[in-house]
């Protein structure tokens, strides 16, 4: 029997491989990452999977239709949770997926919060790490010099947004604030940075994650 594990993230674009990887393995979940619908089948067929998060545009594959094919792949398919994970913005709301086969969905740009809480929601609260409100940096720098630092990355943060909204190229800018982010122990931060030297059409994630940690509600503090 195969073993259980983790999660399958079923999108073509390696942007939020790199994010959603970097989001939940550090609360201790793994993350499996394919490009389209014949390495997603190829991945079921070897591997058992707790939770399937699949994009619908997979360039030229529709995940509406991959769906129906992955549930009838394996007898434990019929039963795994598989969440849209998606730009489209349905009407219907949720309850167009559900319709069409799924038991969820997570929307993009998607935040850190969110994507936690639906990790939790289907693999167990007590396999996912929750937000940490507690700095890495404070245990080796002290709390002051923790806060001072995590304020200058946020002023860093504000200028970078405000950068690429006033049209600067995301490029550059992210390779700046990723490594930053990197050096100061954000690894999630990070990646979402990093990602748009490779995909500028990331920035919607990157910037509704960044906005999150600029609110204040831990989500820096990984």
Request: glycine share 10%; proline share 5%; with cysteine.
């Amino acid at each position: 029997m195969m073993e259980k594990y983790g999660i399958l993230l079923i999108d073509d674009e390696a942007a939020y491989h790199a994010m959603v990887s970097a989001l939940l393995g550090g609360r201790g979940v793994e993350v499996a990452a394919v490009a389209d619908s014949d390495e997603a089948l190829a991945a079921v067929m070897r591997q058992r999977f707790a939770l399937i998060l699949l994009d619908i545009q997979l360039g030229a594959d529709d995940g509406r239709e991959l769906v129906g094919s992955l549930r009838r792949m394996r007898p434990w398919l019929a039963d795994c949770p598989i969440v849209a994970f998606t730009t489209m913005r349905p009407a219907a709301g949720e309850s167009y997926f559900i319709d069409r086969g799924f038991d969820g969905w997570l929307p993009k740009p998607f935040k850190a919060a969110d994507l936690i809480a639906l990790a939790r929601r289907w693999l167990g609260a007590d396999r996912v790490g929750e937000l940490s409100e507690e700095s890495p940096l404070a245990k080796l720098l002290g709390e002051e010099a923790a806060a001072s630092m995590i304020e200058r990355l946020h002023v860093h943060l504000s200028e970078a947004v405000a950068e690429i909204d006033g049209g600067a190229d995301p490029r550059p800018v992210g390779h700046r604030v990723g490594g930053l982010a990197g050096t100061l122990g954000f690894p999630a931060l990070s990646a979402a940075w990093l990602s748009l030297q490779d995909n500028s059409a990331a920035w919607p994630t990157v910037r509704a994650l960044t906005l999150e940690t600029l609110g204040g509600n831990g989500a820096s503090r990984r």
